[in-house]
């Protein structure tokens, strides 16, 4: 049985910076394309970024990119997303997910799911 449980929510000011972490249990998280995905109210549950197994590769959706750093200590079993410059459109609660490696990084397509942290900025 493989889990995933994040941390690192809040709520901050705008400008501000939040590290979330997610950590896997049940399996080697090196097996793994790691993402992170958030869903404000009302909204679909969208991309954030994404991370290869040997974290040689990384994705972002275009609203985050150059503020947001995804990595991962596989040691660890841990996967992290640093957030800067936060405004208050990332406000949402982040879910982070996990698939098998070999298949695409960028899509909903992740076989497991955290429960999710909630992260909210004030302006």
């Known amino acids: 049985q493989v889990e995933l449980a994040e941390s690192g929510g809040g709520l901050v000011q705008a400008g501000t910076s939040l590290r979330l972490m997610c950590t896997v249990s049940?399996?080697?998280?090196?097996?793994?394309?790691m993402g992170w995905f958030r869903q404000a109210p009302g909204k679909e549950r969208d991309f954030v970024a994404a991370?290869?197994?040997?974290?040689?590769?990384?994705y972002y959706h275009d609203s985050v990119k150059g503020r947001f750093t995804i990595s991962r200590d596989n040691a660890k079993n841990t996967v992290y997303l640093q957030m800067n410059s936060l405004n208050p459109e990332d406000s949402a609660t982040y879910y982070c997910a996990a698939k098998p490696i070999g298949s695409p990084a960028v899509d909903h397509l992740y076989l497991f799911w955290g429960q999710g942290t909630q992260v909210t900025v004030s302006s």
């Open positions: 991370i290869r197994w040997n974290a040689e590769s990384s």
């Open positions: 049940g399996r080697n998280v090196s097996i793994f394309t």
